[in-house]
């Protein structure tokens, strides 16, 4: 069994990633994407994006965090993943499903995969670069408007070197709508000789049992299922951990303060609000106690209002 936290641009930094490792511990995390264009990316923009780089080793524990980029240029993907290795990645993923307009336009993310030849020169300009020690993967969606070429992109991630390969289960034009189509990530898996992790649509234990069953693979990714209940990988490991959400919205309010001071070091002080209030968003997915705590401070923008009122209402 292997969880990976998903990489989530603007929502999984440094201070989720620390939070996530502090309270459920997944076996493994992926970095918000750093853009790659024409040029040899400064060691700063790394350790802006990916601060862990500057400690011993990048990850927490025995949680390794591996470095994601979004580029179509072979070349300067590999001058980049090579650099990111040389400030301490331990692996490099390559991003090959952002739906974002910006990042389409210029041929990144998930317009690649109406090319799988971009895919295929993206993920060996890379390969070539990097010493073989280093893993190097790629994530997909199913396609851009639809699922035709799914296959044809696997293949050229496996045939660009990759070691694995990540499905997101939707094409570009679905989004993040449900369903995830798991059976997909099944076609997939027997059409590649490389190890597949399944990704899409994860937020309760039953659904990553039935997702390990459609998808029949072994190492499966969490993305917002996570970040809306951080105690998912533990109820998911352990049928006995607690699963009410009084009980673990106590249990998550240590972290909580941990998250707003992190939060608060990490980032500019006009910005601390909107950070917090988009995590109390998501988590009002699963807590409805993270609703009630929204609703208290959804009007104030001075980083410490917020803090009084989240002191206050966790009792700390
Ligand atoms: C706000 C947001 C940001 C994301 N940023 C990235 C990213 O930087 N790189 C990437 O490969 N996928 C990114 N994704 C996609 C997720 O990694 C994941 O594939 C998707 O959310 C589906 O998984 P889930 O249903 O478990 O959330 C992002 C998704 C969201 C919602």
Redesign the pocket.
Same mark, same amino acid.
């Given at each position: 069994m292997q969880i990976v936290l =998903?990489?989530? +641009? !603007? $929502?999984v930094d440094a201070p989720m990633r620390r939070l996530q490792a502090a309270v459920g511990g997944p076996d493994a995390m $992926?970095t +918000?994407?750093v853009r790659v264009t024409e040029h040899l990316l400064p060691p700063k923009v790394f350790h802006r994006l990916v601060p862990e780089l500057q400690q011993e080793r990048c990850g927490y524990g025995e949680i390794p965090l591996t470095v994601?980029l979004?580029g179509s240029n072979p070349e300067t993907l590999g001058m980049n993943a090579v650099r990111a290795i040389e400030l301490g990645a331990p692996a490099i993923d390559l @991003?090959f !499903?952002?739906p974002a307009k910006t990042v389409n336009k210029s041929m990144g993310g998930a317009i690649m995969l109406k090319r799988p030849e971009t895919v295929f020169a993206a993920v060996k300009g890379v390969r070539d670069a990097v010493a073989t020690e280093y893993p190097v993967s790629g994530?997909m969606r199913l396609g851009y408007e639809d699922k035709t070429l799914a296959l044809e992109n696997a293949k050229a991630i496996e045939e660009g070197g990759a070691t694995y390969l990540t499905v997101?289960a939707r094409t570009k034009v679905e989004g993040?709508k449900p369903p =995830?189509h798991w059976e997909w990530i099944a076609r997939i898996r027997e059409s590649v000789n490389i190890p597949v992790v399944a @990704? !899409? +649509?994860?937020w309760t234990p039953e659904d990553y049992f039935k997702c390990r069953e459609v998808s029949g693979c072994e190492r499966i990714?969490? !993305?917002?299922?996570l970040i809306a209940n951080p105690f998912l990988v533990e109820q998911i490991r352990d049928p006995d951990a607690p699963r009410d959400t009084a009980v673990n919205w106590q249990r998550l309010q240590p972290h909580l303060i941990e998250f707003f001071e992190d939060v608060r070091a990490t980032i500019e002080e006009r910005h601390v609000h909107g950070r917090i209030k988009q995590w109390l968003t998501m988590l009002g997915w699963h807590f409805p106690q993270a609703k009630e705590l929204f609703q208290l401070l959804r009007t104030e923008r001075d980083a410490q209002g917020v803090e009084a009122i989240l002191r206050d209402s966790l009792n700390t």
């Open positions: =998903a990489p989530m +641009e !603007g $929502v $992926v +918000e994407f994601q979004l @991003n !499903g952002c994530k997101h993040y =995830a @990704n !899409g +649509e994860i990714m969490i !993305g917002r299922g």
